[in-house]
């Protein structure tokens, strides 16, 4: 149980692009959705915190013209990176939890490359 | 200073040994704390959940919270390769869901 899937698994765009990553619950209702960012060998950067239904919740510093969220059912969450560059190219993992619970559960990554 | 601390090591142990990590944390209001194990290029898996001082056993694996000293432990019995992997620790409670992690303990179990 509790598994998260995200798709692509890998990107490779050019800039000025723009890029979606879908993050989805498998076998459970996601009320909440998280969305890291995570460079080689640190921790992981949380980026935002959406609600299905809600506007996202951003991290100080985290431009949110530049990485739209939409969480549109209890099972999909999805993040653009708009007009992308190379700073953008990073690992990007979503998570969710239910409402029942603090866990929260990790997708497989995606790794972003902007050319 | 960080809200959580993690000692990134890297960590090199023999196989069978028992292995330590460990976490201290700042904030009092943290409620919940978890270990995650990370294999490289994939998401963390979620290892153990606690939410109040005290042990919490499952297989090989012991989690530890002391409150009082705001400290987080993670022991594994009889390390195997298969273990090798980066575990991080994450303590919750003071926003809704919101976790904050550790830096993270990079451990190699060699045969």
């Known amino acids: 149980g509790a598994v998260v899937s995200q798709h692509p698994s890998r990107v490779i765009c050019k800039s000025g692009t723009s890029v979606k990553i879908e993050c989805r619950s498998l076998?459970?209702?996601?009320?909440?959705m998280f969305w890291y960012r995570q460079f080689p060998k640190q921790s992981l950067m949380l980026m935002a915190t959406?609600?299905?239904?809600?506007?996202?919740?951003?991290e100080q510093g985290v431009e949110k013209d530049k990485f739209l969220i939409n969480h549109a059912s209890l099972t999909l969450s999805t993040l653009t990176v708009t007009s992308a560059h190379p700073e953008d190219s990073s690992f990007y993992i979503c998570?969710?939890?239910?409402?029942?619970?603090?866990?929260?559960?990790f997708g497989p990554g995606t790794r972003l490359t902007v050319t | 200073q960080k809200e959580v601390e993690q000692d990134p090591g890297p960590l090199s142990v023999p196989e069978g040994a028992i292995v330590s990590l460990n976490c201290t944390y700042s904030?009092?209001?943290?409620?919940?704390f978890m270990w995650y194990r990370q294999y490289s290029r994939k998401g963390p898996e979620l290892l153990m959940y606690?939410?109040?001082?005290g042990n919490k056993e499952d297989g090989r694996f012991t989690a530890q919270v002391d409150k009082s000293s705001k400290y987080i432990s993670l022991f594994i019995r009889d390390s195997q390769p298969s273990d090798s992997a980066t575990y991080l620790c994450?303590?919750?409670?003071?926003?809704?869901?919101?976790?904050?992690f550790g830096q993270g303990t990079i451990l190699t179990v060699h045969p």
């Open positions: 998570s969710a939890s239910e409402a029942s619970g603090y866990e929260q559960y």
């Open positions: 076998d459970f209702q996601a009320t909440t």
């Open positions: 959406s609600n299905e239904g809600s506007k996202a919740t951003y």
């Open positions: 904030n009092s209001a943290f409620q919940y």
């Open positions: 606690t939410y109040s001082s």
């Open positions: 994450a303590a919750g409670g003071t926003s809704y869901g919101k976790l904050t």
